[in-house]
């Protein structure tokens, strides 16, 4: 037995408000979306609507089976799209909003390769790390390295993991004294990230699922992560850092990491975009990317080597 079967039909007529409206929509005979109404009114043993030559109505057993079925053909409709879609390939243009650094140094080699990978996606991609506003501003996804506020309209993914170190060249520790102790780094000068003058805290977990703020002595603030690393491994002082910006530097002997038996603060990256019925196969492709690429990128489980 069809199970489906007349429901549509039945939403129709509620949707138009009567059956002659509903066969034109239907492009069917209104005998024949009656006939059917009535067939699948048989099949439930319930009255679905009172209806007349001039009037219609639902019943309250009507009511009630017209909201469910709308989630039930929603439903219908959600697997088809999605099958649909698992089978076309990817195309469409596609405008997001990722970090600056973060964005170019990680997330648009992914980019990069999907745009070889489906020559029909098109990419408009904005590096920033101001706030945006994803509804308001257009964009089909963002990546942030921060939990977003919850808000309604959003769906949102964890892509990757990124764990912080603190490193200073092999001069500058050969000079001023390796800091066995996080009280230590008071006695040393810190090249930090901020902004307006304000320098970002240097955080560590607490234990206690908070954290705290290494005390620092700011020698030079900047609001470049690139810069605050170029300055470190040039001998100015310690540099607190996600391990992906630095690993080039501690590889070819520039930096050394310092205080490693500390346990490093962990913070979470995600993809947010708006919520929708159906996920386009473009965003799903680049989702699914980013969140099979950037782990091996950020290396939030490992030292750096």
Known sequence: MNKLAGIQE?????????????AERLHMSRSAVGKTVARLEQRLGVRLCHRTTRAFALTAEGHAFYERSLRVLAEVEAAEFALTSEMAEPAGRMRISVPAIFGRRCVAPVVFDLARQYPRLRFDVSFTDRTVDL???GYDLIVRNTVLPDRAGLSARRIARQRMAICASPDYLAARGTPGTLDDIAAHDAITYGRDGNARPWLF??????????????????????????AAASGLGLVWSPCWLIRDHVRAGRLVQVLTGLEPLIFDTFAVWPTAPFMPARLRVLVDALASRLPGMTGADREIK
């Open 10 to 22: 039945f939403v129709a007529v509620v949707d138009a408000g009567g059956f002659s409206a509903a």
């Open 135 to 137: 509804i308001e501003e």
């Open 205 to 230: 977990p607490d234990g206690r699922g908070g954290t705290f703020a290494a005390p620092t002595r700011s020698l030079l603030i900047v609001d470049d992560l690139e810069a605050a690393a170029d």
